[in-house]
């Protein structure tokens, strides 16, 4: 059905610079990227009324490139279908590769971007799980200049991130990573494509033989944020691996997360499931 | 605040077209009130395809793409498809394979495949159902429609694969 | 010939849809258009307080109306006449239309419903068909005395509960109508439907107009599966209101949330059983108690009750049988047509109960049915003796055979104790009566004329609406094939009640099997005119038809011929005890679905279905094909994805987002065959098979998950929250 405009614009910024003045002095200026999440928004009559400022045709917001310490840059515009197809990213960050492919379908993938994903803030996102195992800085760009900081410090409720008036998420950075790391990505939707997460897990893990050296454990759809499962992580960091660590890490999980029930499952079917994918990751490396 | 209307140049099919709009209106409502009836509304969440058309070459739902993203576009919509009456590979495969049953989400799901057989010129089934995911069918079941793409890729000599 | 009966003959109008061309509803724009929008009732019941226009708008702009306004009578006319077209006093369910709005400019229009608001003063909603204390229809079926049998302490009692959730029937393109309204001429409109009869026969009481005075035209309709059999006549009364009021021409197109909060979806269910088996597995006795949903309104309850109670017991040779069934009331929309109408939910249940009453005597699923399966000469519950052939015992063979069953049984059942997903196979036997209930076809009486055109070619005319199943094509083969002509010479008149006789409904499976065989009739009376005119000699040429055909038109101003349905011989059915021959005649079934269920995430998928029937005759094997695949997909999603949300009686999971029908990813090859054992009174053979594909999937699944995992499943859908309930519980 034909979306209500009153009240909207969206103006389409030549350069970076200009759209940046733009969200600093317009109160009512908002980001627009892809317009996947948006326009859906807008669509069901919830978008807040604004200037939307597009910045999809900023080419500086757009590309993926090696960083000069061998990590990855994700600049903010980069949609999912070049993550997807990018061999940088199959190369070294498959997990995010893997999400760009769960994200909607082609024409979805097409259009959404990374800096989008990101800055719809959803705790369903399928890319945020990848980033937080990762290690990912997010970089925001105002007027005023360039800040950075670790991704896991970004979200800070429901819906809530660090972005501060008039700032943009700019680029994503990701660290290079020691050879040996094994990544596991599965996300548990609706049905196979096209599916909103009920429980994403992004997980990797470094094995000194059957010592795990090192961990990462990023889970999404099971609390306000995509989160980080601390307590399992150090269930398991610098343990020799086994099936009574991995029912400790396991445990562990449910202190981590705080799922709710909601249209799509239960909090009790997300619990569960969210400790069985931990478990069946780890059980992989025994 | 209200937006001025927007004059957006873009070429449809081939030629040069002129859309007007607000520049947050939908692609699809741009394109349909142009005459281009065959882009339809099956949703208006991206989640159907039944919107689906092709812009600078890749596979769009034009229910989620604002009108200002169409300026300077080359797009493609199901009546760019066929030369005159000479029925594009796909669309003969999907009418000799029964593709079609109700035909409401054909356009799109032609498209969809036109765009899949572009990238992956050798699907398997797999990579057809992948490639498909994102146009939901209620009629077929999709079986027609995954051997009408995989027909289709048969038949298609690498001139109709670049159209 | 390539395009006679039993080809493969391209779809008509094929070309028209894959190349943009063809015109539905929403893509034609009537000169002076108006766009309607719908305001509905927040709340599940209540007595509407008032009407508030938001003061800030100039309501001048826009034509309005409300119950008041309505110059014939306020009732949709379909059974029992209980639904409003516009509420007045009271709502009856949340969405519920109260007042209609038209704009010329369609953002006007949309934004209209953020500046209307009904103040409902709130009643006690009943929520749940098990809370509902009202009842729309009931029927009993008896056979035998169950009572009596029942108290045979040699018997083996199996009771067991079923229930099925709400089906949205997602046709990808929403309702549609436009309206037009004029004095002289009447109202006519044009749109999205099933059923061109139904609404003109429901427009003239509301406008209170002579239905002389009415004509509905269907344009190309972007799927129905009966969610456009009924409801468009709501649709169409609202677009003809607006239309009457303003003067203008008006269109009215429903979003997908509302059309999915809004229209009707399939009835809700839950069947008791109770059954006494002999301890080898032959069916004594049978007691079911069948309930439906039917929301606030009647609308089809009654029929969709019929035929679900006629269903119930199956497939099988059972000397007493008891069904009661019961629509209720309860305050949600209300409910309506959906692809097997009642069949589905009630055969769900029985098939689920068969495999349980396996599994109670330690009998192999496939063996139970073969110990009580009907064969020819035999009585079903209703009183129908069947007296064509049927060979359901060959059919599971094929179909077990066709899908590795017994191999695949064993191998799961030894892989599966150590597997993370867990696999099944499961099956189910049932079949599906063609054509309307009973004297239903009698009453409908319908008729299809063919007509000689100037040209030289044929022209069918019949209200049998092409909804994507094959009508066009099925017809023309069919007159093609009788006619002794090409496909290219017959045309198919657009569904217009100013042009086309009343064929009856795209409904219940009769359109080629009732319908195309009058088709078959009326051609052959065209042809019977050419030769007993001597226009023709009694063996002809295609090129001699059409020069007889033209000369013949030129000389007599026209060549027509008219077929009305007459019902088969010896068919008896007694509406009063409702017993006798149900239907003309049944097509038989035999499906069975593999899974893997993997126990990490509880999800259930389907990958593999095999599906076997016996039809009658194929028409065309592409589209007969497609109608089974595409049954199976639909049952699929029922089965394991489709969830209507409910929070206080309204939908809340109204996006195609949150409502999960499976994407091309989510089905497995759907792998059919078809069986032929002709039946007379359908043409070429043919029986009815549209709705056949929607009954078998769902148990088909529940038993192979049943399989799988050992768990007991018996409420549809099976999420894979359920699945993690049952496993949890065991």
Redesign the interface.
């Given at each position: 059905?034909?979306?209500?405009?009153?009240g909207f614009d969206l103006i389409a910024p030549a350069s970076l610079d200009e759209a940046l003045r733009i969200l600093a002095s317009d109160r009512d200026a908002r980001p627009f990227a892809g317009g996947t999440d948006l326009m859906?928004v807008l669509e069901?009559?919830h978008l807040p009324p604004g200037r939307y400022v597009s910045l999809w045709a900023i080419r500086e917001l757009h590309g993926i490139a090696r960083d000069d310490r061998g990590g990855l840059v994700l600049n903010a515009l980069t949609s999912f279908s070049e993550i997807r197809e990018s061999p940088l990213v199959a190369d070294a960050f498959p997990m995010l590769a893997l999400a760009a492919r769960e994200i909607g379908?082609i024409a979805t993938q097409n259009r959404a971007t990374i800096g989008g994903n990101i800055a719809n803030a959803s705790p369903a996102a399928d890319s945020p799980p990848a980033l937080l195992a990762y290690d990912a800085e997010i970089e925001l760009l105002s007027i005023r200049g360039r800040r950075r900081m670790p991704y896991g410090d970004f979200h800070t409720g429901y819906k809530k991130m660090r972005l501060e008036p008039g700032e943009i998420v700019a680029r994503v950075v990701l660290p290079s990573r020691q050879v040996g790391w094994r990544d596991g990505y599965r996300k548990?939707g609706?049905?196979?494509?096209?599916?909103?997460s009920k429980?994403c897990l992004a997980a990797s893990v470094l094995m000194d033989g059957d010592d795990v050296a090192d961990v990462r454990l990023a889970l999404g759809s099971i609390a306000p944020t995509v989160v980080r499962c601390r307590a399992a992580e150090d269930a398991v960091r610098r343990r020799t691996l086994s099936e009574e660590v991995i029912a400790n890490a396991t445990r562990a999980v449910l202190t981590d997360i705080a799922p709710i029930d909601d249209?799509?499952?239960?909090a009790?079917?997300r619990s569960?499931?969210a400790q069985?994918?931990v478990a069946?990751f780890l059980r992989d490396s025994l | 605040m209200t937006a001025t209307p927007a004059r957006i140049e873009c070429t449809i099919n081939g030629e040069p077209r002129a859309l007007e709009g607000h520049p947050m209106s939908r692609l699809l409502d741009a394109l349909?009130a142009a005459g281009?009836?065959?882009?339809?509304?099956?949703?208006?969440?991206g989640?159907?395809g039944?919107c689906a058309v092709l812009l600078d070459g890749t596979l769009v739902n034009s229910c989620l793409t604002p009108l200002a993203h169409a300026s300077r576009a080359a797009i493609t919509?199901?009546?760019g498809?066929?030369i005159r009456e000479q029925?594009h590979a796909v669309?003969q495969s999907?009418?000799?394979?029964?593709g079609?049953?109700?035909?409401?989400?054909?356009?799109g799901m032609?498209l969809a495949a036109v765009d899949l057989l572009r990238r992956v010129p050798n699907p398997t089934e797999d990579d057809?159902?992948?490639g498909?995911?994102?146009?939901?069918?209620?009629?077929?079941?999709?079986?027609?429609?995954?051997a009408a793409v995989l027909d289709a890729c048969r038949r298609m000599p690498a001139t109709n694969a670049e159209r | 010939m390539a395009t006679g009966v039993g080809q493969?003959a391209?779809?008509r109008?094929?070309?028209?849809?894959?190349?943009?061309?063809?015109?539905?509803v929403?893509?034609v724009a009537p000169a002076g258009l108006l766009h309607g929008t719908t305001i509905r009732s927040p709340a599940p019941r209540g007595t509407i307080r008032g009407i508030r226009f938001d003061p800030s708008i100039d309501w001048s702009e826009y034509t309005i109306v409300t119950a008041a306004d309505i110059p014939g009578a306020n009732v949709v006319k379909l059974i029992t006449e209980d639904q409003p077209y516009l509420a007045s006093g009271e709502v009856h369910h949340a969405e519920e239309p109260v007042a209609l709005v038209a704009h010329p400019d369609?953002?006007r229009a949309?934004?209209a419903r953020?500046h209307i608001t009904i103040d409902i003063d709130p009643l006690p909603a009943v929520l749940s068909m098990d809370d509902a204390d009202e009842v729309f229809k009931a029927y009993t079926v008896r056979k035998g005395d169950v009572d009596a049998a029942f108290a045979d302490p040699t018997l083996v009692v199996v009771h067991g509960e079923y229930s099925t959730g709400a089906q949205e029937?997602?046709?990808?393109?929403?309702n549609g109508m436009i309206a037009v309204f004029d004095a002289d001429t009447g109202v006519t409109v044009w749109g999205s439907m099933q059923c061109p009869y139904y609404i003109h026969g429901a427009l003239a009481a509301l406008l209170n107009v002579p239905d002389t005075r009415v004509r509905v035209v269907q344009m190309?309709?972007?799927?129905?599966?009966g969610g456009k059999e009924e409801y468009p006549t709501v649709i169409a009364g609202h677009a003809a209101l607006l239309a009457w009021k303003s003067g203008r021409p008006v269109k009215m197109?429903?979003?997908?949330?509302?059309d999915m909060a809004a229209t009707t979806k399939r009835h809700p269910s839950r069947t008791r059983h109770r059954t006494a088996v002999t301890r080898d597995g032959r069916l004594v006795a049978m007691d079911i108690d069948f309930l439906i949903d039917g929301g606030a309104y009647c609308t089809l309850s009654p029929v969709v009750l019929s035929r679900g109670t006629i269903h119930a017991a199956g497939p099988y040779d059972c000397p007493n049988v008891r069904v009661q069934g019961r629509a209720v009331r309860t305050n949600v929309p209300p409910n309506g047509a959906f692809r097997g109408f009642g069949a589905p939910q009630s055969i769900f249940a029985l098939e689920r109960h068969m495999d349980r009453i396996a599994a109670t005597l330690d009998i192999d699923p496939a063996e139970l049915r073969r110990r009580n399966f009907v064969h020819t000469g035999d009585t079903l519950a209703v009183g129908q003796t069947i007296r064509e052939p049927v060979d359901m015992d060959g059919l599971l063979s094929r179909a077990l055979e066709l899908s590795d069953y017994d191999a695949k049984r064993r191998e799961f059942a030894r892989a599966n104790p150590s597997a993370?997903v867990r696999k099944g196979v499961g099956l189910a036997t049932f079949m599906h009566g063609a054509g309307f209930t009973g004297s239903g076809e009698v009453h409908l009486s319908s008729v299809v004329a063919v007509e000689g055109t100037p040209e030289g070619s044929v022209r069918v005319l019949a209200a049998s609406t092409e909804?994507?199943?094959?009508t066009n094509t099925i017809f023309s083969q069919i007159a093609a094939e009788t006619l002794g002509v090409d496909i290219d010479d017959i045309e198919i008149a657009q569904p217009d009640t100013a042009v086309v006789p009343d064929s009856g409904p795209t409904v219940a499976s009769r359109t080629c099997m009732v319908v195309g065989k009058l088709v078959e009739s009326a051609s052959a009376g065209v042809r019977r005119i050419l030769v007993d005119s001597g226009y023709l000699p009694a063996s002809y040429t295609r090129a001699q038809f059409r020069d007889a055909c033209e000369r013949y038109v030129a000389r007599f101003g026209s060549l027509r011929s008219t077929s009305r349905y007459s019902p088969p011989p010896n068919v008896q059915w007694d509406d009063e005890t409702y017993t006798g021959d149900a239907y003309g005649t049944y097509a038989w079934a035999a499906y069975v679905a593999e899974v893997s269920v993997d126990l990490?995430?509880?999800?259930a998928?389907v990958d593999d279905f095999v599906a076997v029937q016996e039809v009658g005759r194929v028409i065309n094997p592409?589209?007969a094909?497609?109608q089974i695949?595409?049954?199976?997909?639909?049952a699929i999603g029922w089965a394991l994805?489709e969830e209507v949300?409910w929070r206080e009686g309204r939908m809340?999971?109204a996006?195609?987002?949150?409502y999960?029908?499976?994407?091309?990813?989510?089905?497995p090859?759907?792998r059919v065959q078809f069986e032929e054992v002709p039946y007379p009174g359908g043409p070429g053979g043919a029986k009815g098979i549209g709705e056949l594909p929607m009954d078998g999937a769902a148990p088909a699944i529940f038993n192979a998950v049943a399989h799988a995992t050992g768990l007991d499943p018996r409420d549809l859908p099976l999420t894979?929250?359920r699945i993690?309930a049952l496993w949890n519980a065991r």
């Amino acid at each position: 059905m034909i979306p209500v405009l009153d009240g909207f614009d969206l103006i389409a910024p030549a350069s970076l610079d200009e759209a940046l003045r733009i969200l600093a002095s317009d109160r009512d200026a908002r980001p627009f990227a892809g317009g996947t999440d948006l326009m859906v928004v807008l669509e069901a009559g919830h978008l807040p009324p604004g200037r939307y400022v597009s910045l999809w045709a900023i080419r500086e917001l757009h590309g993926i490139a090696r960083d000069d310490r061998g990590g990855l840059v994700l600049n903010a515009l980069t949609s999912f279908s070049e993550i997807r197809e990018s061999p940088l990213v199959a190369d070294a960050f498959p997990m995010l590769a893997l999400a760009a492919r769960e994200i909607g379908g082609i024409a979805t993938q097409n259009r959404a971007t990374i800096g989008g994903n990101i800055a719809n803030a959803s705790p369903a996102a399928d890319s945020p799980p990848a980033l937080l195992a990762y290690d990912a800085e997010i970089e925001l760009l105002s007027i005023r200049g360039r800040r950075r900081m670790p991704y896991g410090d970004f979200h800070t409720g429901y819906k809530k991130m660090r972005l501060e008036p008039g700032e943009i998420v700019a680029r994503v950075v990701l660290p290079s990573r020691q050879v040996g790391w094994r990544d596991g990505y599965r996300k548990v939707g609706t049905r196979r494509a096209q599916a909103i997460s009920k429980v994403c897990l992004a997980a990797s893990v470094l094995m000194d033989g059957d010592d795990v050296a090192d961990v990462r454990l990023a889970l999404g759809s099971i609390a306000p944020t995509v989160v980080r499962c601390r307590a399992a992580e150090d269930a398991v960091r610098r343990r020799t691996l086994s099936e009574e660590v991995i029912a400790n890490a396991t445990r562990a999980v449910l202190t981590d997360i705080a799922p709710i029930d909601d249209i799509r499952s239960t909090a009790q079917y997300r619990s569960a499931v969210a400790q069985n994918l931990v478990a069946a990751f780890l059980r992989d490396s025994l | 605040m209200t937006a001025t209307p927007a004059r957006i140049e873009c070429t449809i099919n081939g030629e040069p077209r002129a859309l007007e709009g607000h520049p947050m209106s939908r692609l699809l409502d741009a394109l349909r009130a142009a005459g281009l009836t065959g882009t339809k509304e099956g949703c208006g969440e991206g989640e159907c395809g039944a919107c689906a058309v092709l812009l600078d070459g890749t596979l769009v739902n034009s229910c989620l793409t604002p009108l200002a993203h169409a300026s300077r576009a080359a797009i493609t919509t199901i009546e760019g498809l066929a030369i005159r009456e000479q029925l594009h590979a796909v669309q003969q495969s999907f009418l000799e394979c029964g593709g079609a049953q109700c035909g409401i989400c054909t356009p799109g799901m032609v498209l969809a495949a036109v765009d899949l057989l572009r990238r992956v010129p050798n699907p398997t089934e797999d990579d057809v159902r992948a490639g498909l995911a994102g146009n939901l069918c209620r009629c077929t079941g999709y079986m027609r429609i995954f051997a009408a793409v995989l027909d289709a890729c048969r038949r298609m000599p690498a001139t109709n694969a670049e159209r | 010939m390539a395009t006679g009966v039993g080809q493969p003959a391209l779809r008509r109008e094929g070309r028209a849809k894959l190349t943009g061309r063809a015109l539905y509803v929403d893509d034609v724009a009537p000169a002076g258009l108006l766009h309607g929008t719908t305001i509905r009732s927040p709340a599940p019941r209540g007595t509407i307080r008032g009407i508030r226009f938001d003061p800030s708008i100039d309501w001048s702009e826009y034509t309005i109306v409300t119950a008041a306004d309505i110059p014939g009578a306020n009732v949709v006319k379909l059974i029992t006449e209980d639904q409003p077209y516009l509420a007045s006093g009271e709502v009856h369910h949340a969405e519920e239309p109260v007042a209609l709005v038209a704009h010329p400019d369609p953002m006007r229009a949309a934004a209209a419903r953020r500046h209307i608001t009904i103040d409902i003063d709130p009643l006690p909603a009943v929520l749940s068909m098990d809370d509902a204390d009202e009842v729309f229809k009931a029927y009993t079926v008896r056979k035998g005395d169950v009572d009596a049998a029942f108290a045979d302490p040699t018997l083996v009692v199996v009771h067991g509960e079923y229930s099925t959730g709400a089906q949205e029937q997602l046709y990808i393109e929403p309702n549609g109508m436009i309206a037009v309204f004029d004095a002289d001429t009447g109202v006519t409109v044009w749109g999205s439907m099933q059923c061109p009869y139904y609404i003109h026969g429901a427009l003239a009481a509301l406008l209170n107009v002579p239905d002389t005075r009415v004509r509905v035209v269907q344009m190309e309709t972007g799927g129905g599966f009966g969610g456009k059999e009924e409801y468009p006549t709501v649709i169409a009364g609202h677009a003809a209101l607006l239309a009457w009021k303003s003067g203008r021409p008006v269109k009215m197109i429903y979003g997908r949330a509302e059309d999915m909060a809004a229209t009707t979806k399939r009835h809700p269910s839950r069947t008791r059983h109770r059954t006494a088996v002999t301890r080898d597995g032959r069916l004594v006795a049978m007691d079911i108690d069948f309930l439906i949903d039917g929301g606030a309104y009647c609308t089809l309850s009654p029929v969709v009750l019929s035929r679900g109670t006629i269903h119930a017991a199956g497939p099988y040779d059972c000397p007493n049988v008891r069904v009661q069934g019961r629509a209720v009331r309860t305050n949600v929309p209300p409910n309506g047509a959906f692809r097997g109408f009642g069949a589905p939910q009630s055969i769900f249940a029985l098939e689920r109960h068969m495999d349980r009453i396996a599994a109670t005597l330690d009998i192999d699923p496939a063996e139970l049915r073969r110990r009580n399966f009907v064969h020819t000469g035999d009585t079903l519950a209703v009183g129908q003796t069947i007296r064509e052939p049927v060979d359901m015992d060959g059919l599971l063979s094929r179909a077990l055979e066709l899908s590795d069953y017994d191999a695949k049984r064993r191998e799961f059942a030894r892989a599966n104790p150590s597997a993370a997903v867990r696999k099944g196979v499961g099956l189910a036997t049932f079949m599906h009566g063609a054509g309307f209930t009973g004297s239903g076809e009698v009453h409908l009486s319908s008729v299809v004329a063919v007509e000689g055109t100037p040209e030289g070619s044929v022209r069918v005319l019949a209200a049998s609406t092409e909804i994507g199943q094959g009508t066009n094509t099925i017809f023309s083969q069919i007159a093609a094939e009788t006619l002794g002509v090409d496909i290219d010479d017959i045309e198919i008149a657009q569904p217009d009640t100013a042009v086309v006789p009343d064929s009856g409904p795209t409904v219940a499976s009769r359109t080629c099997m009732v319908v195309g065989k009058l088709v078959e009739s009326a051609s052959a009376g065209v042809r019977r005119i050419l030769v007993d005119s001597g226009y023709l000699p009694a063996s002809y040429t295609r090129a001699q038809f059409r020069d007889a055909c033209e000369r013949y038109v030129a000389r007599f101003g026209s060549l027509r011929s008219t077929s009305r349905y007459s019902p088969p011989p010896n068919v008896q059915w007694d509406d009063e005890t409702y017993t006798g021959d149900a239907y003309g005649t049944y097509a038989w079934a035999a499906y069975v679905a593999e899974v893997s269920v993997d126990l990490r995430t509880w999800q259930a998928h389907v990958d593999d279905f095999v599906a076997v029937q016996e039809v009658g005759r194929v028409i065309n094997p592409t589209l007969a094909q497609g109608q089974i695949e595409g049954g199976v997909a639909q049952a699929i999603g029922w089965a394991l994805y489709e969830e209507v949300v409910w929070r206080e009686g309204r939908m809340a999971n109204a996006q195609m987002t949150n409502y999960i029908m499976p994407t091309s990813m989510d089905l497995p090859a759907i792998r059919v065959q078809f069986e032929e054992v002709p039946y007379p009174g359908g043409p070429g053979g043919a029986k009815g098979i549209g709705e056949l594909p929607m009954d078998g999937a769902a148990p088909a699944i529940f038993n192979a998950v049943a399989h799988a995992t050992g768990l007991d499943p018996r409420d549809l859908p099976l999420t894979p929250e359920r699945i993690m309930a049952l496993w949890n519980a065991r």
